[in-house]
Protein backbone atom coordinates (compact mmCIF):
# COMPACT_ATOMS: atom_id res chain seq x y z
CA UNK A 1 0.00 0.00 0.00
CA UNK A 2 1.09 3.55 -0.39
CA UNK A 3 1.07 5.19 2.80
CA UNK A 4 3.26 1.82 3.87
CA UNK A 5 6.15 3.98 1.93
CA UNK A 6 5.46 7.10 3.87
CA UNK A 7 7.56 8.66 6.58
CA UNK A 8 5.74 10.64 9.49
CA UNK A 9 7.29 13.77 7.77
CA UNK A 10 5.59 13.25 4.43
CA UNK A 11 2.18 12.25 6.05
CA UNK A 12 2.15 15.30 8.12
CA UNK A 13 3.52 17.48 4.65
CA UNK A 14 0.03 15.84 3.22
CA UNK A 15 -1.87 16.92 6.02
CA UNK A 16 -0.56 20.25 5.53
CA UNK A 17 -1.24 20.52 2.26
CA UNK A 18 -5.02 19.26 2.47
CA UNK A 19 -5.59 22.48 5.45
CA UNK A 20 -3.98 25.03 2.92
CA UNK A 21 -5.70 23.45 0.06
CA UNK A 22 -9.26 23.57 1.64
CA UNK A 23 -8.82 27.12 3.31
CA UNK A 24 -7.05 28.35 -0.09
CA UNK A 25 -10.25 26.90 -2.43
CA UNK A 26 -12.60 29.07 0.21
CA UNK A 27 -10.81 32.20 -0.42
CA UNK A 28 -10.90 32.02 -3.96
CA UNK A 29 -14.42 31.63 -4.41
CA UNK A 30 -15.36 34.83 -2.03
CA UNK A 31 -16.52 36.95 -5.06
CA UNK A 32 -19.09 34.04 -5.47
CA UNK A 33 -20.29 33.64 -2.46
CA UNK A 34 -21.09 37.34 -2.17
CA UNK A 35 -22.64 37.45 -5.78
CA UNK A 36 -24.63 34.39 -4.16
CA UNK A 37 -25.86 35.71 -1.04
CA UNK A 38 -26.34 39.01 -2.59
CA UNK A 39 -23.84 40.99 0.21
CA UNK A 40 -22.57 44.49 -0.05
CA UNK A 41 -19.00 45.07 0.37
CA UNK A 42 -20.11 46.09 4.53
CA UNK A 43 -22.07 42.89 5.06
CA UNK A 44 -19.73 40.93 3.35
CA UNK A 45 -17.06 42.30 5.70
CA UNK A 46 -19.24 41.47 8.60
CA UNK A 47 -19.41 37.60 7.56
CA UNK A 48 -15.94 37.38 6.75
CA UNK A 49 -15.57 38.72 10.59
CA UNK A 50 -16.70 35.23 11.51
CA UNK A 51 -13.35 33.23 10.54
CA UNK A 52 -11.44 35.17 12.40
CA UNK A 53 -13.77 35.37 15.53
CA UNK A 54 -14.12 31.18 15.35
CA UNK A 55 -10.30 30.54 14.91
CA UNK A 56 -9.78 33.16 18.40
CA UNK A 57 -12.10 32.32 20.51
CA UNK A 58 -11.16 28.18 19.73
CA UNK A 59 -7.40 28.63 20.22
CA UNK A 60 -8.21 27.54 24.22
CA UNK A 61 -10.36 25.15 23.82
CA UNK A 62 -8.74 23.11 20.70
CA UNK A 63 -4.98 23.20 22.76
CA UNK A 64 -6.84 21.03 25.78
CA UNK A 65 -8.50 18.86 23.88
CA UNK A 66 -5.28 17.86 21.50
CA UNK A 67 -3.25 17.63 24.72
CA UNK A 68 -6.54 15.30 25.91
CA UNK A 69 -7.02 13.35 22.98
CA UNK A 70 -3.25 13.51 20.80
CA UNK A 71 -2.50 15.28 17.65
CA UNK A 72 -3.23 12.39 15.58
CA UNK A 73 -6.27 11.97 16.66
CA UNK A 74 -7.97 15.42 16.23
CA UNK A 75 -6.21 15.99 12.86
CA UNK A 76 -8.12 13.57 11.67
CA UNK A 77 -11.40 15.28 13.39
CA UNK A 78 -10.20 18.44 11.83
CA UNK A 79 -9.80 16.96 8.50
CA UNK A 80 -12.65 15.38 8.13
CA UNK A 81 -15.26 18.31 9.31
CA UNK A 82 -13.20 21.44 7.22
CA UNK A 83 -14.15 19.78 4.28
CA UNK A 84 -17.76 19.44 4.92
CA UNK A 85 -18.49 23.11 6.06
CA UNK A 86 -16.64 24.08 3.31
CA UNK A 87 -19.17 21.90 1.06
CA UNK A 88 -22.02 23.09 2.89
CA UNK A 89 -21.35 26.93 2.38
CA UNK A 90 -23.42 27.22 -0.90
CA UNK A 91 -26.43 25.45 0.75
CA UNK A 92 -27.15 28.06 3.31
CA UNK A 93 -29.87 30.25 2.62
CA UNK A 94 -29.55 33.34 4.89
CA UNK A 95 -26.92 35.27 6.13
CA UNK A 96 -26.71 34.33 9.42
CA UNK A 97 -26.53 31.28 8.78
CA UNK A 98 -23.48 31.54 6.55
CA UNK A 99 -21.95 34.19 9.49
CA UNK A 100 -22.14 30.86 12.33
CA UNK A 101 -21.36 28.43 9.39
CA UNK A 102 -18.02 30.53 8.58
CA UNK A 103 -17.46 30.78 12.49
CA UNK A 104 -17.55 26.94 12.54
CA UNK A 105 -15.07 27.36 9.42
CA UNK A 106 -12.85 29.17 11.31
CA UNK A 107 -12.84 27.38 14.69
CA UNK A 108 -12.29 23.82 12.51
CA UNK A 109 -9.41 25.56 10.48
CA UNK A 110 -7.41 26.24 13.94
CA UNK A 111 -8.25 23.28 14.98
CA UNK A 112 -6.35 21.61 11.90
CA UNK A 113 -3.48 24.15 12.65
CA UNK A 114 -2.64 23.41 16.17
CA UNK A 115 -3.16 19.74 15.75
CA UNK A 116 -0.68 19.28 12.82
CA UNK A 117 1.55 21.66 14.09
CA UNK A 118 1.38 19.65 16.56
CA UNK A 119 2.38 16.89 14.87
CA UNK A 120 5.24 18.85 12.84
CA UNK A 121 7.06 19.82 16.57
CA UNK A 122 6.68 15.95 17.55
CA UNK A 123 8.38 14.89 13.73
CA UNK A 124 10.96 17.68 14.44
CA UNK A 125 12.34 16.68 17.38
CA UNK A 126 13.24 13.38 15.64
CA UNK A 127 15.65 15.11 13.74
CA UNK A 128 18.73 16.90 14.32
CA UNK A 129 17.46 19.79 12.50
CA UNK A 130 14.93 22.39 12.01
CA UNK A 131 12.41 21.53 9.12
CA UNK A 132 9.25 23.28 10.65
CA UNK A 133 9.69 25.98 7.78
CA UNK A 134 9.30 23.57 5.02
CA UNK A 135 6.25 22.42 6.63
CA UNK A 136 4.72 26.03 6.13
CA UNK A 137 5.95 25.87 2.83
CA UNK A 138 3.77 23.46 1.75
CA UNK A 139 0.80 25.15 3.31
CA UNK A 140 2.04 28.20 0.96
CA UNK A 141 2.20 25.88 -2.09
CA UNK A 142 -1.06 24.88 -1.10
CA UNK A 143 -2.37 28.09 -1.19
CA UNK A 144 -0.67 28.88 -4.42
CA UNK A 145 -2.59 25.26 -6.26
CA UNK A 146 -6.12 26.42 -4.50
CA UNK A 147 -5.86 29.93 -6.07
CA UNK A 148 -5.00 28.52 -9.46
CA UNK A 149 -7.41 25.74 -9.27
CA UNK A 150 -10.07 27.95 -8.00
CA UNK A 151 -9.37 30.69 -10.97
CA UNK A 152 -9.76 27.72 -13.46
CA UNK A 153 -12.99 26.25 -12.28
CA UNK A 154 -14.49 30.13 -12.36
CA UNK A 155 -12.86 30.25 -16.05
CA UNK A 156 -15.22 27.24 -16.81
CA UNK A 157 -18.08 27.98 -15.23
CA UNK A 158 -17.92 25.29 -12.45
CA UNK A 159 -20.44 25.68 -9.43
CA UNK A 160 -19.39 26.14 -5.72
CA UNK A 161 -20.62 23.09 -4.88
CA UNK A 162 -18.85 20.85 -7.19
CA UNK A 163 -15.19 22.96 -6.76
CA UNK A 164 -16.31 22.34 -3.28
CA UNK A 165 -16.72 18.46 -3.63
CA UNK A 166 -13.87 18.13 -5.52
CA UNK A 167 -11.56 19.60 -2.80
CA UNK A 168 -13.23 17.60 -0.30
CA UNK A 169 -12.07 13.80 -2.19
CA UNK A 170 -8.64 15.46 -2.43
CA UNK A 171 -8.49 16.21 0.99
CA UNK A 172 -9.70 13.18 2.29
CA UNK A 173 -7.54 10.87 -0.44
CA UNK A 174 -4.21 12.99 1.56
CA UNK A 175 -5.87 12.63 5.01
CA UNK A 176 -6.42 8.66 4.47
CA UNK A 177 -2.42 8.51 3.08
CA UNK A 178 -0.80 10.28 5.42
CA UNK A 179 -2.78 9.25 8.38
CA UNK A 180 -1.33 5.98 9.21
CA UNK A 181 2.14 6.85 9.88
CA UNK A 182 1.45 10.05 11.69
CA UNK A 183 2.99 9.75 15.34
CA UNK A 184 0.76 9.11 18.26
CA UNK A 185 2.71 10.29 21.29
CA UNK A 186 3.09 13.86 21.40
CA UNK A 187 4.58 14.26 24.31
CA UNK A 188 5.33 17.63 26.84
CA UNK A 189 3.86 18.13 30.18
CA UNK A 190 0.15 17.86 31.07
CA UNK A 191 -1.49 20.49 31.86
CA UNK A 192 -5.22 20.48 32.90
CA UNK A 193 -6.43 23.51 30.68
CA UNK A 194 -6.37 24.77 27.19
CA UNK A 195 -5.22 28.28 28.29
CA UNK A 196 -2.69 28.79 30.80
CA UNK A 197 -1.34 32.07 31.61
CA UNK A 198 1.78 32.32 29.37
CA UNK A 199 5.88 32.19 31.57
CA UNK A 200 8.34 34.95 30.21
CA UNK A 201 9.45 32.66 27.38
CA UNK A 202 5.94 31.74 26.24
CA UNK A 203 5.18 35.28 26.22
CA UNK A 204 8.19 36.51 24.71
CA UNK A 205 7.41 34.35 21.61
CA UNK A 206 3.51 35.54 21.84
CA UNK A 207 5.36 39.00 21.38
CA UNK A 208 7.20 37.95 18.40
CA UNK A 209 3.93 36.73 16.63
CA UNK A 210 2.46 39.68 17.05
CA UNK A 211 4.31 41.13 15.38
CA UNK A 212 5.15 39.28 12.32
CA UNK A 213 1.51 38.39 12.72
CA UNK A 214 0.71 42.56 12.50
CA UNK A 215 2.36 42.91 9.64
CA UNK A 216 1.48 39.34 7.59
CA UNK A 217 -2.13 40.58 8.05
CA UNK A 218 -1.52 44.47 7.10
CA UNK A 219 -0.13 42.88 3.41
CA UNK A 220 -3.20 40.23 3.15
CA UNK A 221 -5.70 43.71 3.02
CA UNK A 222 -3.87 46.50 2.35
CA UNK A 223 -1.26 45.93 -0.52
CA UNK A 224 -3.59 45.47 -3.02
CA UNK A 225 -5.46 49.75 -1.24
CA UNK A 226 -1.84 50.54 -1.07
CA UNK A 227 -0.78 50.06 -4.97
CA UNK A 228 -4.14 51.91 -5.73
CA UNK A 229 -4.14 54.35 -3.66
CA UNK A 230 -0.52 55.32 -3.17
CA UNK A 231 0.89 54.35 -6.37
CA UNK A 232 -1.72 54.53 -8.42
CA UNK A 233 -0.90 52.03 -10.88
CA UNK A 234 -3.28 50.71 -13.43
CA UNK A 235 -5.83 48.37 -12.27
CA UNK A 236 -3.81 45.49 -14.15
CA UNK A 237 -1.25 45.99 -11.42
CA UNK A 238 -2.98 46.04 -8.59
CA UNK A 239 -2.33 42.38 -7.03
CA UNK A 240 1.35 42.83 -8.10
CA UNK A 241 2.23 43.91 -4.76
CA UNK A 242 0.48 41.24 -3.24
CA UNK A 243 1.99 38.36 -5.80
CA UNK A 244 5.14 40.09 -4.82
CA UNK A 245 4.94 39.38 -1.14
CA UNK A 246 3.10 35.65 -1.42
CA UNK A 247 5.71 34.97 -3.84
CA UNK A 248 8.69 35.79 -1.87
CA UNK A 249 7.22 34.76 1.87
CA UNK A 250 6.50 31.07 0.08
CA UNK A 251 9.72 30.32 -1.53
CA UNK A 252 11.51 32.11 2.01
CA UNK A 253 9.53 29.24 3.88
CA UNK A 254 10.74 26.38 1.18
CA UNK A 255 14.74 28.60 2.18
CA UNK A 256 13.99 28.45 5.67
CA UNK A 257 15.56 25.72 7.18
CA UNK A 258 18.61 26.06 5.61
CA UNK A 259 19.30 29.38 6.81
CA UNK A 260 17.89 28.35 10.48
CA UNK A 261 19.89 24.85 10.43
CA UNK A 262 22.89 27.60 9.37
CA UNK A 263 22.43 30.76 11.09
CA UNK A 264 20.67 29.67 14.19
CA UNK A 265 16.95 30.60 14.89
CA UNK A 266 18.22 33.43 16.90
CA UNK A 267 19.69 35.49 13.93
CA UNK A 268 17.15 34.39 11.66
CA UNK A 269 15.03 36.40 13.70
CA UNK A 270 16.48 39.13 13.80
CA UNK A 271 17.29 39.40 10.12
CA UNK A 272 13.63 38.89 9.30
CA UNK A 273 12.73 41.71 11.65
CA UNK A 274 15.13 43.99 9.43
CA UNK A 275 13.87 43.00 6.43
CA UNK A 276 10.26 43.41 7.31
CA UNK A 277 11.30 47.58 8.62
CA UNK A 278 13.30 47.56 5.48
CA UNK A 279 10.86 46.08 2.80
CA UNK A 280 8.36 48.29 4.03
CA UNK A 281 9.81 51.92 4.36
CA UNK A 282 11.22 51.31 1.49
CA UNK A 283 7.67 51.21 -0.23
CA UNK A 284 7.05 54.24 1.90
CA UNK A 285 10.33 56.16 1.37
CA UNK A 286 10.17 55.67 -2.34
CA UNK A 287 6.44 54.93 -3.35
CA UNK A 288 7.05 53.88 -7.28
CA UNK A 289 5.96 50.45 -8.18
CA UNK A 290 9.60 49.18 -8.70
CA UNK A 291 10.85 50.19 -4.99
CA UNK A 292 7.15 49.37 -3.76
CA UNK A 293 7.15 45.87 -5.37
CA UNK A 294 10.86 44.92 -4.21
CA UNK A 295 10.17 46.10 -0.63
CA UNK A 296 7.03 43.99 -0.93
CA UNK A 297 9.12 41.59 -1.48
CA UNK A 298 11.08 41.78 1.37
CA UNK A 299 8.24 41.86 3.68
CA UNK A 300 7.42 38.67 2.03
CA UNK A 301 11.21 37.03 2.97
CA UNK A 302 10.71 38.48 6.58
CA UNK A 303 7.96 37.11 7.66
CA UNK A 304 8.42 33.72 5.70
CA UNK A 305 9.96 32.36 8.96
CA UNK A 306 9.56 34.14 11.60
CA UNK A 307 6.15 31.83 12.74
CA UNK A 308 8.05 28.30 12.01
CA UNK A 309 10.65 29.51 14.34
CA UNK A 310 8.46 30.68 16.89
CA UNK A 311 5.69 27.77 16.46
CA UNK A 312 8.88 25.19 16.44
CA UNK A 313 10.23 26.58 20.11
CA UNK A 314 6.89 26.86 21.84
CA UNK A 315 6.22 23.38 21.04
CA UNK A 316 9.38 22.55 22.81
CA UNK A 317 8.53 24.24 25.94
CA UNK A 318 8.78 22.20 29.01
CA UNK A 319 6.14 23.56 31.29
CA UNK A 320 3.03 22.55 28.89
CA UNK A 321 2.32 20.68 26.56
CA UNK A 322 2.95 20.95 22.78
CA UNK A 323 -0.45 22.15 21.44
CA UNK A 324 -1.38 24.29 24.83
CA UNK A 325 1.87 26.13 24.22
CA UNK A 326 0.83 26.26 20.44
CA UNK A 327 -2.44 27.70 21.34
CA UNK A 328 -0.84 29.89 23.74
CA UNK A 329 1.61 31.79 21.72
CA UNK A 330 -1.39 31.31 18.87
CA UNK A 331 -3.55 33.54 20.46
CA UNK A 332 -0.88 36.32 21.29
CA UNK A 333 -0.03 36.14 17.30
CA UNK A 334 -3.32 36.14 16.39
CA UNK A 335 -4.13 39.32 17.93
CA UNK A 336 -1.53 41.04 16.27
CA UNK A 337 -2.79 39.36 13.13
CA UNK A 338 -6.74 40.48 13.82
CA UNK A 339 -6.17 44.17 14.63
CA UNK A 340 -3.13 45.21 12.86
CA UNK A 341 -5.25 45.79 9.43
CA UNK A 342 -8.05 47.93 11.25
CA UNK A 343 -5.33 50.35 13.05
CA UNK A 344 -3.76 50.74 9.56
CA UNK A 345 -7.10 52.30 8.16
CA UNK A 346 -7.36 54.61 11.52
CA UNK A 347 -4.37 55.60 11.22
CA UNK A 348 -4.84 56.03 7.40
CA UNK A 349 -8.28 57.97 7.56
CA UNK A 350 -6.32 60.32 10.29
CA UNK A 351 -3.24 60.95 8.56
CA UNK A 352 -2.54 58.93 5.43
CA UNK A 353 -1.62 55.52 4.36
CA UNK A 354 2.23 56.04 4.30
CA UNK A 355 2.26 57.16 8.00
CA UNK A 356 -0.05 53.74 8.67
CA UNK A 357 2.63 51.68 6.87
CA UNK A 358 5.50 53.13 8.62
CA UNK A 359 4.12 52.27 12.18
CA UNK A 360 3.06 48.89 10.89
CA UNK A 361 7.46 48.69 9.94
CA UNK A 362 8.20 49.55 13.70
CA UNK A 363 6.20 47.37 14.76
CA UNK A 364 7.94 44.69 12.11
CA UNK A 365 11.11 45.74 14.30
CA UNK A 366 9.93 44.20 17.01
CA UNK A 367 10.79 40.77 15.53
CA UNK A 368 14.08 41.69 16.15
CA UNK A 369 14.14 43.50 19.66
CA UNK A 370 11.97 40.45 21.13
CA UNK A 371 14.47 37.62 19.60
CA UNK A 372 17.10 39.36 21.62
CA UNK A 373 15.31 38.68 25.18
CA UNK A 374 13.87 35.34 24.49
CA UNK A 375 16.15 32.17 24.75
CA UNK A 376 15.85 29.96 21.74
CA UNK A 377 17.48 26.88 20.29
CA UNK A 378 20.85 27.59 18.21
Not at 187 to 198: D, Y
Not at 274 to 302: D, K, N, R, W
Not at 358 to 369: E, S, V
Amino acid sequence: MFFLRLTPRISVSLLFFAAGLTFASWASRIPDVQQLYQLGNGALGAVLFALPAGSLISLPLWGWMIAKNGSKKMSAVGLLLYPVLLCIIPLMTTTWQLWLLLFLFGMTGNLCNIAINTQAVGVEKSYDRSIMATFHAIWSLAGFTGAFLGNLLISWNVSLLLHFGIIAITTYALLLSGLPRLIKGDGGAVTSSGWVLPGKELMLLGCIAFCCMACEGTMFDWSGVYFQHVLRVPKSQVALGYAAFMSTMAGGRFLGDWFINRLGNRMVLRVSGLLITSGLLLSVLFPALVTATIGFMLVGLGVSSVIPVVYSNAGKSADLSPSVALATVSSIGFIGFLIGPPIIGFIAEMFSLRWSFTLIALLGLGTTFFSGLVKLEK
